[in-house]
């Protein structure tokens, strides 16, 4: 239905996946809301977000209210004369006033499948409880979060092999073909849309740096899932020898040790380079960490340097004290 007047409120990559996906399609954007723009990098200077990055080269308008609550704000919006508003990781909530200013109202592109992980961290949560499966819900949106009917689903399952940036990769693929589909045959999938089942719901608070801390008392399968979700954003992390070590690739090995969690069982070297680290239950094989001040590593590359770090009977600690 490229007719459509369609106003974009998004921000992160995710989002500006989906717009583009729009524009490739020829649907019709009036304007692009965002959210404002942040200080970044070393030097904290002021940058623009990829969806505004991506508007901005099509020449598309882009407003950047730090809110959507003020009469002003919503009177802007409602000049644009929106038929739909299509909301995907915006990163702000929008009053039943906003609701209501598209003749067709808002439809939302949400990461999980819901009504299972409604909330900010949808991926990253369902990779911590090791879900077998997630995907993507296209909604109608009402004032609650992530609340609204549900037009459209698509699910995708989710392997040992998957960690957050995968998962996220795939999901955008997902949401982008979704969402063309939902505009495609939006007059049947509202006519037809589904309540959610509240009593089954779940929630995906975003997630602190404190979680990303590894507890080597936890099983083996629960560390490689920390490990999975933090990828790209907040790496799991530990100490060893009083430095601060994020542990950015591994795996569950078999075997059973009854060495203190934490412990550095074994250094392997070769092509199957790693370390294997008891866990409180089960033993953890790492090849993949990131010292401080420096860039991603293979434990391969260390052991071929003799870094003095990894050393057999080490242990790793939840302390930045050895």
């Known amino acids: 239905m490229p007719s459509l007047g369609i106003i974009f409120a998004g921000t992160p990559v995710f989002a500006a996946r989906h717009l583009k996906a729009l524009i490739d399609a020829g649907h019709n954007i009036l304007a692009v809301y965002?959210?404002?723009?942040?200080?970044?990098?070393?030097?904290?200077?002021?940058?623009?977000?990829?969806v505004k990055q991506l508007a901005s080269e099509h020449n598309i308008p882009v407003f950047?209210?730090?809110?959507?609550?003020?009469?002003?704000?919503?009177?802007?919006?409602?000049?644009?004369?929106?038929?739909?508003?299509?909301?995907?990781?915006?990163?702000l909530l929008l009053?039943?006033?906003?609701?209501?200013?598209?003749a067709r109202g808002c439809i939302n592109v949400h990461a999980s499948i819901l009504p299972r992980w409604r909330g900010a961290a949808p991926i990253e949560r369902a990779l911590l409880a090791g879900d077998a499966e997630t995907g993507v819900t296209i909604?109608?949106?009402?004032?609650?979060l992530d609340t609204g009917k549900m037009l459209h689903v698509v699910k995708t399952p989710i392997s040992t092999?998957?960690?957050?940036?995968?998962?996220e990769n795939k999901l955008a693929e997902l949401g982008c073909s979704g969402l063309l589909h939902t505009l495609k045959h939006l007059d049947t999938l509202q006519s037809t849309a589904q309540e959610q089942n509240h009593h089954l719901s779940t929630y995906a608070k975003k997630l602190d740096k404190s979680e990303a801390l590894i507890n080597w008392e936890a099983t083996s399968t629960q560390i490689d899932l920390l490990v999975r979700a933090g990828i790209g954003r907040n790496p799991a992390y530990s100490f060893l020898n009083g430095q601060r070590v994020r542990i950015l690739r591994a795996k569950p090995a078999t075997g059973i040790n009854s060495a203190q969690p934490g412990t550095i069982l074994k250094l392997i070297s070769g092509s199957g380079a790693c370390m294997q680290v008891s866990c409180g239950i089960g033993v953890l094989e790492i090849d993949v960490l990131q010292l401080p001040g420096k860039n991603p590593v293979s434990v391969k590359d260390l052991l071929n340097a003799h870094?003095?770090?990894l050393i057999e009977g080490a242990v790793f600690s939840q302390q930045e004290s050895p």
């Open 95 to 102: 009053p039943q006033a906003v609701l209501d200013i598209p």
């Open 161 to 167: 092999a998957d960690n957050r940036e995968t998962i």
């Open 34 to 50: 965002t959210q404002p723009d942040r200080a970044a990098g070393r030097g904290k200077n002021l940058q623009a977000s990829p």
């Open 139 to 144: 909604m109608q949106m009402d004032a609650g």
């Open 64 to 91: 950047q209210p730090i809110n959507l609550k003020t009469t002003e704000a919503q009177h802007e919006l409602a000049s644009l004369g929106a038929d739909l508003m299509v909301v995907v990781a915006y990163g």
């Open 307 to 309: 870094n003095p770090l």
